[in-house]
């Protein structure tokens, strides 16, 4: 796993995977899948290089469940770097 965010009290997973797409499945995200099931996490978010792929893969483990999303890296990089601009201008100075 690449980075564990915080938000609103409840982690969330990232793996970057800046890779074609037959290097982004199940058995590339051994660590994601292993972290959600022993931390009860329900969504992860795997970060990969082609525009195209997006795709949403259910995992089970040991009676444990989770989703993850693979976005394309321009997209999340927006995305984050939008909701750090929001952030920051909502603060009160």
């Known amino acids: 796993m690449d980075i564990i965010a ?6 969330v997973p990232f793996e970057v995977k800046h890779r074609s797409p037959e290097h982004t499945g ?10 959600c099931a022993e931390n009860q996490v329900e969504r992860g978010y795997v970060i990969t290089r082609e525009i195209t ?15 993850f999303l693979k976005i394309p890296a321009p997209l999340a990089c927006y ?4 909701s750090e601009f929001e952030s920051a201008n909502r603060k009160e100075p």
Do not use: H, N, P
């Open 6 to 11: 915080e938000v609103g009290g409840r982690l």
């Open 26 to 35: 199940l058995s590339d995200l051994k660590g994601m899948v292993y972290f």
């Open 53 to 67: 792929d997006f795709q949403s893969i259910d995992v089970e483990r040991d009676g444990s469940t989770a989703r």
């Open 79 to 82: 995305w984050l770097g939008r």
